[in-house]
């Protein structure tokens, strides 16, 4: 199983930010990429996904940061829509790269009973411990 999911990553080689984003989208994208590094989940597939996310967090910065200049845009349909819209985005984004907390807890029990394969009796585990 696990070879299959790092042939179903896609191809080796380092993980680029698409040229079509911005500085502070690639700054996101990178930024991501950085700190999912040390997990190993990530492949060349996963670059669609990564920019999307680094796009969608870049935009509800800005939208942000608008609301915060002019209070009177939270009143506003549109605007209100379009920052629902981000928000829902982010929420897909965060739980495709495993971004929020319930999504890396998840991935956590799965590694940890993939390890667990072999049942161990009550006196393994003693004996496990009287070894350590």
Same mark, same amino acid.
């Given at each position: @199983?696990?070879?299959? +999911? +790092?042939?179903?990553?896609?191809?080796?080689?380092?993980?680029?930010? /698409?040229?079509? =984003? %911005?500085? #502070?989208?690639?700054?996101?994208?990178?930024y991501?990429?950085?700190? =999912?590094? +040390?997990?190993?989940?990530?492949?060349? =597939?996963? %670059?669609?996904?990564?920019?999307?996310?680094?796009? %969608?967090? #870049? @935009?509800?910065?800005?939208?942000?940061?608008?609301a915060?200049?002019?209070?009177?845009?939270?009143?506003?349909?549109g605007?209100?829509?379009?920052?629902? *819209?981000?928000? $829902?985005?982010?929420? @897909?984004?965060?739980?495709? =790269?495993?971004?929020? /907390? *319930?999504? @890396?807890?998840?991935?956590?029990?799965?590694?940890?009973?993939? $390890?667990?394969?072999?049942? $161990? %009796?009550?006196?393994?585990?003693?004996?496990?411990?009287? +070894?350590?």
């Amino acid at each position: @199983r696990k070879l299959i +999911e +790092e042939v179903l990553k896609g191809g080796g080689g380092d993980i680029v930010a /698409p040229e079509h =984003l %911005t500085d #502070d989208q690639r700054g996101i994208f990178d930024y991501i990429l950085e700190q =999912l590094e +040390e997990s190993k989940l990530l492949g060349q =597939l996963d %670059t669609f996904i990564l920019a999307k996310a680094a796009v %969608t967090i #870049d @935009r509800l910065q800005k939208m942000d940061g608008m609301a915060n200049k002019d209070m009177d845009l939270l009143f506003s349909n549109g605007f209100r829509l379009a920052q629902s *819209q981000a928000t $829902q985005e982010f929420f @897909r984004c965060c739980n495709e =790269l495993c971004l929020s /907390p *319930q999504a @890396r807890a998840k991935l956590s029990i799965s590694a940890v009973k993939a $390890q667990d394969t072999k049942k $161990q %009796t009550l006196m393994d585990m003693l004996n496990a411990e009287d +070894e350590d």
